[in-house]
C-alpha cells in the first residue's frame, strides 16, 4: 500500500520512502516541530529525497 503523505498521520518515525511528497500535510508536521519560521528550500528538498534512508524526525533534526 502507498502510504498518503497528504492525509495520513505524521510522526517522527515516519519512513521517507520512495513516494515522498512536500505535501501541505508534511508542511504543517514541520511547522509543529521545527516552529514557524520553518521553511523547505531546494537543497533541503533534494537532501529529504536523496536514496538514503531516514525518518521525519531525521528531517526535523536536519
Known sequence: M???WHSAELTSSTPVDANYKNSQNVRRFML?????GFRFD???MAW???DIPKT???VVEE
Open 48 to 50: 529529504i529525497r536523496n
Open 56 to 58: 521525519l524526525g531525521d
Open 32 to 36: 509543529r516541530k521545527c516552529g514557524e
Open 2 to 4: 502507498v502510504f498518503d
Open 42 to 44: 531546494r537543497d533541503f
